[in-house]
């Protein structure tokens, strides 16, 4: 199955309107990732993370509408700027409509608590109770389970909380792709992942068509970031080699870093790359962005 890999929000830890972001974005993340054909012209439709990125999507899907909407989220984890577009998803306010939101508890707290903590009337003047599409909140833990017509694998990453990255392969066979955003590979930081867990991470990762990575330090500013859950674009061009992945994009920018910062970051990305004689394209996630696959 083709499908397609489209960028709606790219920024980490707070939206960044203005100038200096227009080209690659200020929204918190939020990636679509959409089949080809079904009876719409669209098909399946799997989207990763709900920042803020995700409400420019669902008033698309809205105005795009045959039919009712039906869509899949896979929340990374439940940190703010992963899950503050949610109450503004346009499909959530229409009846007929159908969302299932997949993701992990946090500690003790389960993620359907957690989602209705950000809509309670303290903070949000709309309840979850409120709204008029059927939604459904599907608790998972690391390991394989199926979203629509995609086979999902979940991995641990090494970011405070639970955090969980994704591959998603067609099930009926086609190329892969893996989203891994709030990932330390560096040392630094308190983690429950295993000594093993690189080696396994690696092989998790082996020979996916795209990897979705986070590189939001330069390694100046990891120095003093160390523990945060985060990582450099160096580390993410050396991951990419060593699972001999084909396209790299790295996402979730530093909120200082304005469009001539990380113009500035994907050359030396690239350099890294060519002096590693590593075969993988390296690009910076870009609102707007699509590729295929």
């Given at each position: 199955?083709?499908?397609?890999?489209?960028?709606?929000?790219?920024?980490?830890?707070?939206?960044?309107?203005?100038?200096?972001?227009?080209?690659?974005?200020?929204?918190?993340?939020?990636?679509?990732?959409?089949?080809?054909?079904?009876?719409?012209?669209?098909?399946?439709?799997?989207?990763?993370?709900?920042?803020?990125?995700?409400?420019?999507?669902?008033?698309?899907?809205?105005?795009?509408?045959?039919?009712?909407?039906?869509?899949?989220?896979?929340?990374?984890?439940?940190?703010?700027?992963?899950?503050?577009?949610?109450?503004?998803?346009?499909?959530?306010?229409?009846?007929?409509?159908?969302?299932?939101?997949w993701g992990s508890r946090q500690g003790t707290t389960s993620l359907e608590?957690?989602?209705?903590?950000?809509?309670?009337?303290?903070?949000?003047?709309?309840?979850?109770?409120?709204?008029?599409?059927?939604?459904?909140?599907?608790?998972?833990?690391?390991?394989?389970?199926?979203?629509?017509?995609f086979r999902v694998r979940a991995i641990r990453l090494r970011h405070p909380?639970?955090?969980?990255?994704?591959?998603?392969?067609?099930?009926?066979?086609?190329?892969?792709?893996?989203?891994?955003?709030?990932?330390?590979?560096?040392?630094?930081?308190?983690?429950?992942?295993?000594?093993?867990?690189?080696?396994?991470?690696?092989?998790?990762?082996?020979?996916?068509?795209?990897?979705?990575?986070?590189?939001?330090?330069?390694?100046?500013?990891?120095?003093?970031?160390?523990?945060?859950?985060?990582?450099?674009?160096?580390?993410?061009?050396?991951?990419?080699?060593?699972?001999?992945?084909?396209?790299?994009?790295?996402?979730?920018?530093?909120?200082?870093?304005?469009?001539e910062d990380i113009d500035g970051l994907v050359a030396a990305a690239r350099?890294?790359?060519?002096?590693?004689?590593?075969?993988?394209?390296?690009?910076?996630?870009?609102?707007?962005?699509?590729?295929?696959?």
């Amino acid at each position: 199955m083709a499908y397609t890999v489209t960028f709606w929000g790219t920024r980490g830890s707070i939206p960044t309107p203005g100038a200096h972001t227009a080209r690659y974005g200020g929204n918190t993340p939020c990636v679509a990732v959409e089949g080809t054909g079904g009876n719409d012209g669209h098909g399946q439709l799997v989207i990763l993370d709900a920042g803020t990125g995700i409400r420019a999507l669902g008033r698309e899907l809205v105005e795009r509408q045959n039919g009712a909407v039906q869509a899949e989220i896979l929340l990374s984890h439940a940190h703010w700027d992963h899950i503050q577009g949610l109450p503004h998803f346009k499909p959530f306010f229409a009846p007929g409509n159908a969302v299932r939101i997949w993701g992990s508890r946090q500690g003790t707290t389960s993620l359907e608590a957690i989602l209705r903590q950000q809509m309670d009337p303290a903070v949000f003047p709309v309840p979850l109770d409120a709204l008029s599409a059927k939604l459904t909140v599907q608790q998972v833990e690391p390991g394989e389970f199926t979203v629509g017509t995609f086979r999902v694998r979940a991995i641990r990453l090494r970011h405070p909380g639970t955090t969980l990255g994704y591959r998603l392969t067609p099930a009926a066979g086609g190329p892969s792709m893996a989203y891994i955003t709030d990932n330390e590979l560096g040392a630094g930081g308190r983690y429950s992942t295993p000594a093993s867990w690189r080696k396994e991470f690696v092989a998790f990762l082996h020979g996916v068509d795209l990897l979705i990575h986070d590189a939001m330090y330069t390694p100046e500013e990891l120095e003093e970031h160390r523990g945060w859950g985060h990582s450099t674009f160096e580390e993410a061009v050396a991951l990419a080699g060593e699972a001999g992945v084909q396209r790299l994009v790295l996402f979730h920018h530093e909120p200082e870093h304005g469009d001539e910062d990380i113009d500035g970051l994907v050359a030396a990305a690239r350099r890294q790359a060519r002096v590693k004689g590593l075969p993988a394209e390296v690009v910076a996630a870009q609102e707007g962005m699509t590729l295929t696959l």
